[in-house]
């Protein structure tokens, strides 16, 4: 069925569901409607689907005998959870409506009316809504209309609220300028337009995180935060950056928090990272290991361990960064034996590549303090990445920073022997400047020498022989120091240029 | 004089110096024009200037009784030193004209005559040269008027040649359209225009060092390519690059070339340094560097040395990084004794940075394997340097490479004690990192609590708190393997993101 598969694909968008909610009443299948609500209403915090809901409630439950009850309590439900939106200006509207269409009979049934009706109102006042103005004379004409002589000091009461909602109103729709509310979810693409929508939603959330409404309620501060990242999350459920944003605010807040909130928010952070890492997310490295450690954080090794194993069962990723972080978490919690076992089996998986050696390596040295182990599995990586540059420096580096320059230079030339010659050059690098700070001359000569007849043999491979002066400067730079002005750089057109700004300087 | 006061400043503008010449001919100061002759020429290849100086001797000479021989003196000399120019066709017909004009009586004298020019028409014809074509049909017209008998062999001896001139003279035209020949060299401003200049200027010399004429002489191929940097220098002879580039080719020329020219192409490589370094790059530590190398690589140790203080000695430079190239040449050539002394002598010079330090500890430890005075000389400089996050950074990375987990946590605390909240971010994380590697869970989850209590104190000063999500890419980046797809790097505007092209990908 087209709305089945257009919820599936787009599970967060609030049109789609309602779409199909709609049709479904138009078909009056309302067991299947109740269905519905139940599987988006908590997850989709959209203002139309929800009005949708208070809609069908009201069309469908007229002719119960508790109709006013139910209507109550659909009220209360979707006031309770979107009635913080700007756009839930109608929905209060209609809802005071309904509160004030009570018939009543006797002066405390009356009171307690108006005192129903006084506290929607009170709720509206406290909220940047749109047309908070109209509402606020409403407002002002129920005081008066209940009473004129306990108008004024009513009124006077929430007067100073009502200030602060109709600016923050004002502030919200200016931040808000150009936000496209309804975009359906999709896997990003990196389009212009894209990182400019969430510029704004950034840009919006920054604004609630500064307490815009100056509530004094810690709750309803949070909670406004946590709306606004939802709101975002319903157009970009693919964005990892917005799901670990919003559980780590959650997170921070139960870590300041005071005890009654604590509980609830940590564990709303993982309900998030749940959402995030089941649907939208689910290949996410990134957000699997921030909830991984979240929940470590929280002493909760066996959810973590869980966590790293399931994204380690998906049959599309790349696995070792995730062996890589899974070793270091079962070092932290478990000890340098479990970690081995992680080792070994990303040893047996053949996806595997060679950071995974790097690292049991160093945690061998680093941990276990041991050497020689360190050694043993540096040379096993060697057997199956011997070809590879990054993982022959990263052994080289091991080896020269322990001083064993025998050791060193053996391993330099075992590896430059068989390494295809394209793939050399920056391990020739590193040994130019391997023997430069620690070899005398005549072994920084041999080398540079066999470099050059390496190079030469090879250049005819590699055309772009203009970039040796690039390969200058990078010999030597030194811990942030360049040997040459930034222009120079930029008209090189060396890799680091782009990132400075430049101006006219003097070579 | 505004003549002096410009090639003063211009002193690689052809054009400026022709145009001083000229005045000072026009004003017959001879003496003046000799001089300056003498000061201009053999530096500036330029072939309006060098035609200019043949002019000079032609009207000047012209009642001297040997004039012809000064005048053949003065051709010889141009042709050897600028007959290879694109532009010199003109010089050339001139100079075969007044071979042409030679008055003879006897066969022995008109045999002399013909030769003379038959070398001198060989020598064009070998030349990729504008109008080669009007040139070849003058020579066959010459072969066929000297004798019809042996035109035919003579012209086909050489037809051959004449064809891979006429081809390389369309390339050369076609490889450097858009060239401006006559820029005047300014300090760079990284401008479009002259990147794209100098582009052009390096797919000439690239298509010089690919040999199109085929001349089966070493000598000729290295004399064309040179001939092309130089012409290069003369527009950009700011530009480090260049001159770097001109003086490598020579070096290396010079290292396969054979004995006859080893030493001369050496010397003139020297030569090439020496001229870069003493007018348009007196500040360029980048030549400077370079220079001191290949005087080492010769070991002309006095020289390189002198390369370093020379250098050492202008007071508007930063010299830091002066220091720590001549420190590591010290220690190689003279050993850890003379190292110290420069070390020393650094300390001193008030505008020395806190790089200097890293690298004489680092060398301490890799040289005289002696941890003890690395970790005195870390200690001396973060009295200084205890502010400074590179520096600080360097030395826990040293500490921890040593395994000395303890030292290391007394540094990072007694760091974070004093340094300014702004400058911690990094320390923190490499805090953090640390502890994830060796520390146990609680204390990992102590300095993430500290680290965290530190940001927010901070969070005021730092608007940016969106950023958090590219520190947690940075945190679980691996040796080049990072936890997110590249659009999601893009869309987070992490600093990576922009070196990779992006194509549509899954979150």
């Known amino acids: 069925m087209l709305y089945e598969r257009l919820v599936t694909q787009f599970p967060t968008s609030g049109r789609y569901w309602r779409l199909y909610i709609e049709h479904e009443m138009r078909n009056r299948n309302y067991e299947q409607v109740e269905e519905l609500f139940q599987r988006c209403l908590m997850k989709i915090l959209n203002i139309d689907l929800w009005k949708c809901y208070v809609t069908y409630v009201r069309e469908t439950k007229s002719s119960l005998p508790n109709f006013r009850v139910k209507m109550k309590q659909a009220y209360d439900f979707a006031v309770e959870h979107v009635g913080i939106d700007f756009h839930s200006t109608t929905l209060w509207a209609d809802y005071i409506n309904f509160l004030k269409s009570e018939a009543t009979s006797g002066s405390y049934a009356e009171t307690q009316k108006t005192n129903a009706i006084r506290k929607a109102y009170h709720q509206v006042v406290m909220t940047p ?3 908070i103005e109209q509402m606020w004379r ?4 129920f005081e008066q209309m209940s009473s004129k002589a306990a108008a004024k000091r009513n009124i006077d009461a929430v007067s ?7 600016r923050a109103s004002a502030e919200l729709e200016s931040c808000t300028r150009g936000l496209i509310r309804g975009a359906t979810s999709v896997p990003l693409l990196g389009t212009v337009q894209e990182i400019q929508q969430l510029k704004i939603w950034k840009q919006f959330i920054a604004w609630e995180k500064r307490n815009p409404t100056r509530t004094e309620s810690n709750a309803l501060l949070v909670k406004r ?4 990242y939802e709101q975002c999350l319903l157009c970009y459920s693919h964005c990892a950056e917005i799901w670990y944003e919003a559980a ?8 300041t928090g005071n005890t009654q909130f604590k509980e609830r928010w940590a564990e709303e952070a993982a309900m998030l990272y749940e959402r995030a890492t089941t649907i939208s997310l689910s290949n996410s490295p990134l957000l699997h290991f921030a909830f991984a450690d979240f929940e470590e954080s929280r002493l909760k090794f066996d959810k973590a361990e869980a966590i790293y194993k399931k994204l380690l069962e ?7 960064l995730v062996f890589v972080q ?13 970690a081995r076992n992680v080792f070994k089996q990303a040893r047996e998986d053949p996806r595997c590549s060679h950071q995974i050696y790097v690292a049991a390596a160093l945690m061998e040295y680093n941990i276990s303090k041991d050497k020689a182990i360190a050694y043993k599995i540096f040379e096993l990586g060697l057997k199956k990445f011997a070809d590879d540059p990054t993982y022959v420096l990263a052994y080289l580096d091991h080896l020269s920073h322990l001083n064993e320059d025998n050791n060193t230079r053996v391993l330099f030339e075992k590896v430059l022997a068989t390494m295809p010659a394209e793939k050399t050059k920056e391990v020739w690098d590193k040994y130019v400047e391997f023997e430069s700070n620690v070899g005398d001359l005549a072994s920084l000569l041999k080398v540079e020498k066999k470099r050059a007849a390496s190079m030469r043999g090879n250049s005819k491979m590699d055309p772009s022989q203009c970039r040796e002066a690039l390969l200058l400067v990078d010999r030597y730079s030194y811990l942030g120091l360049i040997p040459c002005s930034e222009t120079e750089l930029k008209v090189m057109e060396h890799p680091c240029a782009a990132k400075v700004d430049l101006e006219p300087a003097s070579g």
Chains 1, 2 share one sequence.
């Open 129 to 131: 809504l749109m047309n």
């Open 225 to 228: 935060v946590l709306y606004a």
């Open 326 to 338: 899974y070793m270091k978490f079962s070092r932290r919690t478990e000890g340098i034996k479990a």
């Open 160 to 166: 100073r609220t009502y200030v602060h909602s109709k």
């Open 138 to 141: 409403d407002y002002c004409n």
């Open 314 to 320: 998906k049959k599309d990723i790349q696995p070792t």
């Open 248 to 255: 780590l605010y959650l997170q921070r807040a139960s870590e």
